[in-house]
C-alpha cells in the first residue's frame, strides 16, 4: 500500500487584489488530504464524498481526478490496477484548496504504488491540471502550496518561497463560516465594482500591495505583532471592495476581542473561511470565543514539506 498525504492552503493576505496583478501571500497549513493506494480495478472513493472513479464501469464524478489518471497513463504508463481512497480533514469549498490537495496527494500515492519516484514538479504539473479542469482560471496557488509546502508570495504567476522559519509560537486560528460561495461570482462582483469606482479602487488596490510587501517584511523579520495588524488593515480593505458580511465580520471581531494579533477573511469572502493570527497563550479564548458562535475552530500550524509519503495508519487530527 502507497499513502502519502498533502496540505491545504490559507491565504495570509492580498486575496482578490491579486487578480489585478498585486502580490499575495499564502501559506500551506497543517490540515491534509490523505490517499492510499492498494491493488484494484481503477477505483477512486472518498470516506466524506463516496464513489469519485470507477474506470471499470465508466463512472466518472470527478473529472479532475480522472484527468488526474489520464495525465499519469500519458506521461508514465499507469495501469488501471489501482484502488485509491481519500480521506480529508480540509474543509470543502471554503477556500482551503481542499481540490488541490486531493489531487497533489492522489497524484503522489499513485506514482508511489506504481514504482515511479514521486517527483514534485511531475506532481505539480499533473495536480495543475486537474485544478483547470475544477476551476475556469486557476492562479496554481493551491496545488503550488500543497506540492511544496511554506509560506509563499506569489505575484502575477510567479511563486516565491518566504525562507525564514515560521515560530512555533504563533499559530493560524480558522473558523468556517460553512457559508458556501462560488469564488467566480464574487471575484466578477468585484471586479464590477472596480470598473464603476475605478479612481478609488484602484488607489485600495495600491494600498493593498503595499500592504502585502510590508507584511512581508514583517514575517521575514519575525514581527508577528505588525502582521497581525496589517492583516487587521487587509480585512478592512476586502470589506471595502464588499466581500465581507455580518457574520464574517462577527467572527472577525470576536477573533480579536479574544486576543488574536489580526483577523481578516481568508479567500474569496462572502462565507467562507476567517483567520487568525494568535500567539500559543492566546489559543484557548481565541477557540472559546468561536464555539460561542456555534462554529468548530481549527488551530493549524505551517506546514514547511509539502506533499510527502505519509505511513499507512490514519494521521490524527490536527
Ligand atoms: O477562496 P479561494 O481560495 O477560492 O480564493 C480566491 C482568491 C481570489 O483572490 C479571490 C481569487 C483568485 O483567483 O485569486
Known amino acids: 500500500m502507497a499513502c502519502s498525504i498533502a496540505p491545504g492552503k490559507v491565504i495570509l493576505l492580498g486575496e482578490h487584489f ?110 495543475f491540471e486537474a485544478e483547470k479542469v475544477y476551476h475556469v482560471r486557476p492562479s496554481g496557488v493551491d496545488n503550488t502550496l500543497s506540492t511544496y509546502g511554506g509560506v509563499m508570495v506569489y505575484e502575477r504567476g510567479v511563486f516565491n518561497r518566504v525562507k525564514r522559519r515560521w515560530p512555533d509560537d504563533v499559530v493560524i486560528v480558522i473558523a468556517d ?11 466578477a462582483d468585484v471586479l464590477n465594482r472596480y470598473d464603476k469606482y475605478s479612481n478609488v479602487m484602484s488607489r485600495i488596490y495600491d494600498a493593498a500591495s503595499e500592504l502585502v510587501r510590508d507584511a512581508l517584511k514583517s514575517i521575514e523579520t519575525g514581527d508577528f505583532a505588525r502582521l497581525g495588524e496589517l492583516m487587521d488593515i487587509n480585512h478592512g480593505l476586502l470589506s471595502s471592495i464588499g466581500v465581507s458580511s455580518r457574520v464574517l465580520e462577527s467572527i472577525v471581531w470576536a477573533m480579536r476581542e479574544a486576543g488574536a494579533l489580526g483577523a481578516k477573511i481568508s479567500g474569496a ?17 481565541v477557540v472559546e470565543k ?16 509539502g506533499v510527502r509519503r505519509a505511513p499507512d495508519s490514519r494521521t490524527s487530527q490536527g
Open 290 to 305: 468561536i464555539k460561542l458562535l456555534g462554529l468548530t475552530p481549527l488551530v493549524v500550524q505551517i506546514d514547511d514539506e
Open 177 to 187: 463560516s460553512g457559508i458556501k460561495r462560488s469564488t467566480g461570482s464574487v471575484v
Open 269 to 285: 469572502g462572502r462565507g467562507g473561511i476567517v483567520i487568525g493570527l494568535v500567539e500559543t497563550s492566546k489559543v484557548p479564548s
Open 18 to 127: 491579486v487578480v489585478k496583478g498585486m502580490p499575495a501571500i499564502g501559506a500551506a497549513v497543517t490540515l491534509y488530504a490523505r490517499v492510499c493506494v492498494s491493488s484494484g480495478q481503477g477505483r477512486v472513493e472518498s470516506r466524506q464524498l463516496g464513489l469519485l472513479l470507477d474506470l471499470s464501469s465508466n463512472t466518472v464524478n470527478d473529472k479532475g481526478l480522472y484527468r488526474v489518471v489520464e495525465e499519469l497513463a500519458g506521461r508514465f504508463g499507469l495501469k488501471r490496477d489501482f484502488h485509491a481512497t481519500i480521506d480529508s480533514e480540509i474543509p470543502i469549498s471554503s477556500g482551503m484548496g481542499s481540490s488541490a490537495a486531493v489531487a497533489v496527494s492522489t497524484t503522489h500515492a499513485l506514482l508511489s504504488f506504481a514504482g515511479v519516484e514521486p517527483d514534485k514538479k511531475a506532481v505539480w504539473e499533473v495536480s
